[in-house]
């Protein structure tokens, strides 16, 4: 008898150890805030950013979407550099395998090297990043292909549409490393936020603080609404939620 309890002792002595072990859920946390990023409103997070640090995280005013979209993911980033070459595709092989390797419910943070009227990506790159999972691209330069993009019904953010293309005229110049996108840094991990406002971009480290402080200002916001439609005075309103 005396045995068996050590036998049940140690047993339990070993799952503590186990246990004590465990890597934390990681993946899951993350899960959750992406999620939580995906119902807040681009306009509270960045307001967010704003109040919390005294930084400015959206875009440019031209990085717009091709069509009405909401979503919010890891961001993936590629540069390309601005260069003449007779190589064809295998001078962008390296913005192709970034596709291919990165994992489904990334953001495609696209920058082109004075690119405004190239297109950084068309109907093929849309394609395989739709049927691989990613959440949406953002792309600071041209998009093309728009009929096929909107047919795949796939989230792109560009600063314009243009019928060019970039093979020959620019080289891979690195992904995953720092890029300032339409005004803003953004790092490899980085949570991107896009909605029909605009887009803006957490920095990881920071993404619990700025979703719980935006999620404040949306319920406060939204609070507002019905005082303001039965009062008729957004000065009561701001009076008494304090915030405009």
Not at 127 to 155: E, H, N, S, W
Request: aromatic share 8%; glycine share 10%.
């Amino acid at each position: 008898m005396r045995k068996k309890a050590i036998t049940v002792l140690l047993g339990i002595a070993a799952l503590f150890v186990v246990l004590s072990f465990r890597r934390p859920d990681t993946e899951g946390t993350q899960d959750s805030l992406i999620e939580g990023f995906r119902l807040v409103e681009v306009a509270s997070v960045a307001d967010a950013m704003e109040q919390l640090y005294g930084k400015r995280a959206y875009m440019s005013h031209s990085m717009r979407p091709l069509s009405p979209t909401k979503f919010a993911g890891p961001a993936v980033t590629v540069l390309l550099k601005k260069e003449e070459n007779n190589e064809g595709a295998k001078a962008l092989q390296g913005m192709l395998d970034t596709i291919d390797e990165s994992a489904p419910g990334s953001v495609y943070v696209m920058v082109l090297e004075d690119g405004l009227d190239y297109a950084g990506i068309g109907g093929l790159m849309s394609t395989a990043m739709k049927y691989r999972g990613f959440a949406g691209a953002v792309v600071d330069g041209g998009v093309r292909d728009t009929p096929q993009i909107a047919r795949l019904q796939f989230p792109v953010f560009s600063r314009g549409v243009v019928p060019s293309t970039t093979v020959n005229h620019y080289r891979f110049a690195g992904k995953d490393i720092p890029v300032n996108c339409a005004g803003v840094q953004v790092k490899a991990a980085d949570i991107v936020v896009a909605d029909g406002d605009g887009v803006a971009v957490v920095p990881r480290e920071h993404a619990a603080e700025v979703l719980k402080k935006a999620q404040q200002l949306d319920q406060s916001e939204h609070s507002m609404y019905p005082f303001i439609e039965k009062y008729k005075s957004i000065r009561e309103a701001v009076a008494q939620f304090g915030r405009l």
